[in-house]
């Protein structure tokens, strides 16, 4: 057995994952033309979200964590703005806008929780 890094532990961050997954799912079927615009553009700040939750749980510093989870929510905003332009431009169905705004939300709220956490210990 391998072992668990920190951040895997972070329920956020399996969130961040699976939405993740998803963008990439949904973004295939944005027109050809975006795949290295907007396509691309959002895929990266999905990525971004988790990847700096990650990074974050390595510092040692509570405020250096925190930093961190800022920059999560950076670009989980980010996700967001795409996400509602891409729903205006007709690139993905409204179902699919729902399920990736919900998600959004709750990562949204466990990060806000998260930061605060951090900030207070």
Same mark, same amino acid.
């Given at each position: 057995?391998?072992? !668990?890094?920190?951040?895997?532990?972070?329920?956020?961050?399996?969130?961040? @994952?699976?939405?993740?997954?998803?963008?990439?799912?949904?973004?295939?079927?944005?027109?050809?033309?975006? @795949?290295? /615009?907007?396509?691309?553009?959002?895929?990266?700040?999905?990525?971004?979200?988790?990847?700096?939750?990650?990074? /974050?749980?390595?510092? !040692?510093?509570?405020?250096?964590?925190?930093?961190?989870?800022?920059?999560?929510?950076?670009?989980?905003?980010?996700?967001?703005?795409?996400?509602?332009?891409? !729903?205006?431009?007709?690139?993905?169905?409204? @179902?699919?806008?729902?399920?990736?705004? @919900?998600?959004?939300?709750?990562?949204?709220?466990?990060?806000?929780?998260?930061? !605060?956490?951090?900030?207070?210990?």
């Amino acid at each position: 057995m391998s072992y !668990k890094f920190s951040f895997k532990k972070l329920n956020v961050w399996v969130d961040s @994952k699976e939405l993740i997954k998803r963008i990439y799912t949904i973004t295939k079927e944005f027109p050809s033309d975006e @795949k290295f /615009g907007f396509t691309s553009q959002l895929r990266r700040a999905s990525v971004s979200l988790a990847s700096n939750l990650a990074e /974050g749980t390595a510092r !040692k510093i509570h405020k250096d964590k925190a930093h961190f989870t800022t920059l999560s929510f950076s670009s989980l905003m980010e996700v967001l703005n795409q996400i509602i332009i891409a !729903k205006e431009l007709n690139f993905t169905k409204e @179902k699919d806008f729902q399920i990736l705004r @919900k998600e959004n939300e709750k990562i949204s709220n466990t990060l806000n929780a998260l930061r !605060k956490a951090q900030l207070n210990n």
